[in-house]
């Protein structure tokens, strides 16, 4: 299926690339209010209190400040990580069986439905199997679970979505750095709205009797209201993703996942969840891989994905 072609919202391409733009300054606004409001307005003055006011002010700091670097990490690895792009003249690996079936199969054998009537036939020397096909608009082979994207205009592998939020698309390489990102800001909007809630209900006592500057009053109010808003906002997008990565499943497949009698990408939770955030425990809560999981995960590669049947077999 090329969602690109079929209920993609994003047909309005040239526009979401100058919006693009414009929200990466939006979050660093976002950010950086949020920042003046937490650490300057609310928390800062409090760590010259005496204990035990002092010790959570310096707690909340401390995590905070945590928080904020692996949210900012996160973020700029998704913006600046190459979601995957398909190699010129990539070819699938064609094994015994596949071969055969090409020998005996026509052209509209390979691709889907949907696909078709986009799609021209190949330059010589592109091959097709089932389950991958040729994108007339890069003139390239297309990996399994791989899309167009017309906002970026070029194929990407194991496509997930394109985020107007982090100006790429998010696909088979950077798509542990978004889940951090997104898992990230949920936790700093919840910690935010829980820190700033005392400074937000002083905010009408203090609007009347005048005793704090109007900028501060109108920076906490606002920095509540935004993080509260967010938070609720991500609550949606961490559950959806969630159960998408432990039903390997991108979001441009779940329909087609749910026509199938079996999802053939589903190894089981544990196996779907190291084939997007590695094996390796300690870097599952850092925006980065092993050398060695990069080299025996096909999957962070993005051109050849297990199905059950391989990992029965
Ligand atoms: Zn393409
Ligand atoms: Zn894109």
């Known amino acids: 299926m090329d969602c690109c072609r079929s209920a993609n919202p994003f047909r309005l391409c040239s526009a979401l690339r100058v919006l693009g733009s414009f929200m990466v300054f939006l979050v660093l606004a976002i950010v950086t209010l949020s920042y003046y409001a937490v650490v300057v307005v609310a928390w800062g003055p409090r760590l010259s209190h005496g204990f035990p006011v002092s010790v959570l002010a310096s707690v909340i700091i401390v995590v905070f400040h945590l928080l904020l670097a692996l949210l900012i990490w996160s973020y700029f690895m998704v913006v600046f990580h190459d979601p995957g792009a398909v190699p010129a003249n990539w070819r699938p690996l064609l094994d015994e069986e596949s071969l055969e079936r090409t020998a005996s199969a026509t052209l509209s054998d390979y691709i889907a ?102 900028g501060n009053l109108a920076v906490t109010f606002l920095a509540f209201v935004l993080n509260l808003a967010f938070a609720l906002s991500l609550l949606c997008f961490v559950g959806m993703h969630t159960s998408l990565v432990l039903s390997n499943t991108t979001t441009i497949e779940v329909y087609e996942k749910k026509k199938a009698v079996i999802w053939k990408y589903d190894l089981g939770k544990r196996k779907n969840f190291e084939q997007v955030f590695g094996t390796k425990k300690l870097l599952w809560f850092l925006p980065l891989f092993s050398a060695e999981d990069l080299e025996k995960i096909p999957a962070l590669k993005g051109l050849d994905f297990p199905t059950r049947s391989d990992v029965e077999l």
């Open 113 to 214: 439905p949907e696909t078709r009537a986009s799609t021209s036939s190949p330059p010589e020397g592109i091959e097709r199997r089932p389950n991958t096909g040729y994108c007339a608009r890069c003139q390239n082979g297309k990996p399994p679970r791989c899309h167009h994207c017309s906002v970026c205009q070029r194929c990407v592998l194991k496509m997930d979505h394109h985020c107007v939020w982090v100006v790429n698309c998010v696909g088979a390489r950077n798509y542990k750095f978004f889940l951090l990102f997104l898992i990230y800001t949920f936790l700093e909007t919840i910690l935010d709205t829980f820190v700033l809630l005392p400074n937000f209900v002083k905010f009408f006592g203090d609007a009347r009797k005048h005793s704090s500057s109007p």
